[in-house]
């Protein structure tokens, strides 16, 4: 199975901050990457598909970067909506399998 | 727009199937834009990728619980459902039922989830 890391797991920011997540694959999986939003108790949120384009309707200050292994999403001015846990997912093999998340708590 | 809801018992016993149904509203399961798609989540935990299934009733699922899991797909009641047998508490999760677009390689509708626990 294609291994995802996520580094920090927890990240700690005020409103306005800019947050940088990053997401780590075990080997090359192209840029079959995707980001989600998950806030608690509700069901996670497709931001982010192909490493880097923006799903419909997700505000232009979520970005997407990377290819092959590294991964990175940044957040700029973080906003009081966005305090949340986002999840990388690779789809470039069988299983699909997601990274252990990264918590954005409010500073 | 098109919604998901997932539905089934809540509370299963140790070593019995865990039964669950997924219908679609406001589109239509059959189009080859997308695969459906179950997700799991442990308490407390990360996302675990379960399987999905294509309208034709073609199957791709996680190797780890290929033995024990069944899914299919029934066109005329728009539904998708998802057996998996033999449980036990590390089953305990919530259950999701999502929209995978096949163009995106990601989940773009998602159902509420519904809460599983494995317990006699």
């Known amino acids: 199975d294609v291994q995802m890391t996520q580094s920090p797991s927890s990240v700690s920011a005020s409103v306005g901050d800019r947050v940088t997540i990053t997401c780590r694959a075990s080997q090359g999986i192209a840029r079959y990457l995707a980001w989600y939003q998950q806030r608690p108790g509700k069901a996670p949120r497709f931001l982010i598909s192909a490493a880097s384009s923006l799903q419909g309707g997700v505000p232009s200050r979520f970005s997407g970067s990377g290819s092959g292994t590294d991964f990175t999403l940044t957040i700029t001015s973080l906003q009081p909506e966005d305090f949340a846990t986002y999840y990388c997912q690779q789809a470039n093999r069988f299983p699909i399998t997601f990274g252990p998340g990264t918590k954005v708590e409010i500073k | 727009q098109v919604q998901l809801q997932e539905s089934g018992p809540g509370l299963v016993k140790p070593s019995q199937t865990l039964s669950l149904t997924c219908t679609v509203s406001g589109g239509s399961i059959s189009n080859d834009s997308y695969y459906w798609t179950w997700v799991r989540q442990h308490p407390g935990k990360g996302l675990e990728w379960i399987g999905y299934i294509y309208y034709s009733g073609a199957t791709f699922d996680n190797p780890s619980l290929k033995s024990r899991l069944t899914m299919s797909v029934d066109t005329s009641k728009n539904q998708i459902s998802l057996n998996l047998g033999s449980v036990n508490a590390a089953d305990t999760a919530v259950y999701y039922c999502?929209?995978?677009?096949?163009?995106?390689?990601?989940?773009?509708?998602w159902g509420r989830g519904t809460t599983v626990t494995v317990s006699s």
């Open positions: 999502a929209r995978w677009v096949r163009r995106d390689y990601g989940m773009d509708v």
